[in-house]
């Protein structure tokens, strides 16, 4: 058994894994079995390569949807705060 067949775990690991969503915890696991998979040398570069470039792939799928997400929710309420402040008087509030 090699330094990369042994199951690696520290305090980050846990931590993510365990107290986290379970697409999050999925996703970690995923990525770091990944790695320690190109890192071992079992794989040949163009193999490495490949690998990286889909992991980059879904990582920057995530991060357009979180984004898609956050810009939705705060239009939303930039829209709120907007119509509040034309509506506002000095008699009324929102």
Not at 12 to 21: C, E, I, K, N, P
Not at 22 to 43: D, H, I, K, N, W
Not at 64 to 80: E, F, H, P, Q, T
Request: glycine share 8%; aromatic share 6%; with cysteine.
């Amino acid at each position: 058994m090699n330094e990369h067949d042994a199951p690696t775990e520290n305090f980050y690991t846990r931590r993510l894994v365990g107290s986290a969503h379970p697409a999050v915890a999925f996703l970690a696991a995923f990525l770091q079995t990944r790695y320690r998979r190109a890192t071992s040398g079992e794989l040949d570069r163009g193999a490495s390569a490949v690998e990286w470039v889909i992991i980059s792939a879904v990582v920057v799928a995530i991060v357009g949807v979180v984004a898609a997400i956050l810009n939705a929710a705060l239009k939303g309420g930039a829209d709120k705060v907007g119509k509040c402040i034309e509506g506002a008087s000095a008699d009324k509030t929102c």
